[in-house]
């Protein structure tokens, strides 16, 4: 094997290489190049002895050669997919076995080497296939986290402010307080409206929704009182409301800003009192409704400029959850977009593995103005797109990839209590950073220690 100046690289330190090959000057030859580089190496003569090593270390590259006694390389192969899956196999093969060294990358080789091999040769295959393997072992503890994270919830996310938006739902869900979600467009606040009914008493009853504005004035008061026969031209039957219809269960009402003042006052009546008639009835009707409701608009600014009863937001906001951006939910863009890619790979009869580092540097750096749902859309569209095993840059949306780093800058309006001010900007520096509280202490010259203090 011929030796040129080749730079040492690369994951070094935790990487173990086990090396099979039943010529003993190559074994040698192998390991003193890899263990140069920074690698650790284990060493086997023959199949056998290989297939041991596999399962009893933590191995994250096989060199084997090709052909060999009873145990062969293509026998390792099989059996490393079983032992170990998330193990890269590189098969090592002379002039005369190039086509079934074709063929063991079909079956699950990552690549395979031709005798003789330089230095080059040898280290650049390596690191493409470790780098392949880190890559899978990545996605691989993703989904291990969403797995564990959906066996307690259906809520997508580990960032410290969404814990804390769940555990408040938690709280919420048994009581009979209406609840206001409140956050931008795209933020979730249908999924939390969800998990709150599911975690509450009432989650044997009906979880009816209403999108205030979906319908005009008349319509959206038909369709939560309900109406008599001959109530207006076209109501041939008595048919009920979403209240009553939500009886005993949760009503929530989306978009609840867009109602008009008439429907406001008939929905303030019903939260204080429980009663209502229908469109075209006198007869009172009583209902036990727990009402969520939820907004992407500024409500108190409404209350301000005469757009919205005051009386009325204040019975609505008994409980108030304000949803994050996700811009600033730190590490959960990714376990996210796992998530849906998890979802478009089974629509679209796909196996993508996850995505490629440049991807998720791409994904964490974009703002995300509309937020949970626009990722949704551009991982629906990578999914279809993309060619290679994994998620890369080229499959994502122009806008993605060309966006500015949305934490370059944090605007306090002035005013703001310092405290407020304060966690803003902890909790914008820890989205850029992934969650990582080291690394986002020492970006903002403090203690990690007073960053979990401060999160707390």
Not at 77 to 106: C, R
Not at 181 to 208: C, F, M, Q, Y
Request: include cysteine.
């Amino acid at each position: 094997m011929e030796e040129p100046n080749v730079t040492a690289s690369t994951q070094g330190d935790s990487a173990c290489i086990l090396v099979v090959d039943d010529e003993p000057e190559l074994c040698l030859a192998l390991s003193k190049l890899l263990r140069r580089n920074g690698y650790q190496v284990l060493v086997a003569p023959n199949g056998e002895e290989g297939l041991e090593m596999l399962r009893r270390h933590e191995v994250h590259l096989v060199l084997t050669d090709l052909v060999m006694p009873r145990v062969g390389g293509m026998d390792l192969l099989k059996a490393s997919q079983v032992v170990s899956p998330s193990t890269e196999v590189v098969i090592i093969t002379g002039h005369g076995t190039i086509e079934t060294a074709v063929e063991a990358m079909k079956q699950g080789a990552y690549d395979f080497l031709e005798k003789p091999f330089t230095t080059g040769t040898t280290l650049n295959v390596v690191r493409k296939a470790l780098e392949k393997q880190q890559l899978m072992a990545e996605n691989l503890e993703l989904r291990r986290q969403l797995e564990e994270i959906r066996g307690q919830h259906d809520i997508i996310g580990k960032s410290e402010v969404m814990r804390a938006t769940v555990e408040t739902a938690r709280q919420v869900a048994g009581s009979t307080a209406t609840v206001l979600l409140t956050g931008e467009s795209g933020t979730g606040k249908e999924v939390i409206a969800n998990a709150i009914h599911r975690w509450s008493d009432r989650a044997k009853w009906p979880l009816v929704k209403v999108s205030c504005a979906a319908l005009p004035e008349t319509l959206l008061e038909a369709e939560l009182f309900g109406y008599e026969k001959g109530a207006f031209t076209g109501a041939m039957a008595r048919r009920k409301g979403r209240f009553e219809v939500a009886h005993r269960g949760t009503l929530l009402l989306d978009e609840v800003g867009e109602m008009s003042p008439t429907i406001q006052v008939k929905l303030l009546r019903v939260l204080q009192e429980g009663i209502f008639e229908r469109l075209g009835g006198n007869e009172p009707i009583e209902v036990d409704v727990r009402l969520v409701a939820a907004t992407n608009a500024d409500l108190l600014r409404k209350v301000e400029v005469g757009a919205f009863r005051e009386d009325l937001y204040y019975r609505l906001n008994v409980i108030n959850i304000d949803l994050p951006p996700l811009r600033e939910r730190g590490g959960d863009i990714i376990l996210l977009a796992n998530f849906f890619l998890q979802v478009y790979n089974g629509k679209n009869h796909k196996e993508l593995g996850g995505f490629t580092k440049a991807a998720v540097e791409t994904l964490n750096r974009y703002s995300w103005p509309g937020n949970v749902r626009e990722l949704e859309n551009c991982i629906e569209r990578a999914v279809v797109l993309s060619k290679g095993p994994f998620v890369d840059v080229d499959a994502l949306p122009p806008s993605v990839v060309a966006g500015k780093k949305w934490y370059e800058s944090v605007t306090v309006p002035i005013g703001t209590p310092l405290r407020e001010a304060e966690l803003k900007i902890i909790s914008a520096t820890l989205a850029s950073c992934g969650g990582d509280k080291e690394t986002a202490a020492a970006i903002l010259g403090i203690a990690s220690r007073t960053i979990y203090r401060k999160v707390r």
